[in-house]
């Protein structure tokens, strides 16, 4: 079965950093592109990031590009997100999700709260 396991969120005081990690099993992990989404209180969910697992390419929403950075072990089959300087309008429930041209899976989410 495919899991994509999300964790890492908190809270944290804003300014601050946080590590998310999104585990994933049963699919071949080289093959996909894995995002990273978010969905803040009464808000749509957003796309934050994304890599390609097969070539390395990341992409990154404008609003977090220079404080967000998306990362992939591949032997680890988990794609890591790296939050830093984080602000209050980056309190959201982050999810994983994996893809090839749509993302047709999506993992439990990981709440982030930041303080400010």
């Known amino acids: 079965d495919v899991q994509l396991q999300a964790s890492g969120g908190g809270l944290v005081q804003a300014g601050g950093s946080l590590r998310l990690s999104c585990v994933a099993s049963?699919?071949?992990?080289?093959?996909?592109?894995i995002g990273w989404f978010r969905q803040a209180p009464g808000k749509e969910r957003e796309w934050v990031s994304c890599?390609?697992?097969?070539?390395?390419?990341?992409f990154t929403e404008d609003s977090v590009k220079g404080r967000f950075t998306i990362s992939s072990d591949n032997a680890k089959n988990t794609v890591y997100l790296q939050m830093n300087n984080l602000k209050s309008e980056d309190t959201a429930v982050y999810y994983c999700?994996?893809?090839?041209?749509?993302?047709?899976?999506w993992g439990q989410g990981t709440q982030v709260t930041v303080s400010s």
């Open positions: 049963g699919f071949t992990f080289d093959d996909y592109i």
């Open positions: 890599i390609s697992n097969t070539y390395g390419t990341t």
């Open positions: 999700a994996k893809g090839a041209a749509l993302y047709n899976y």
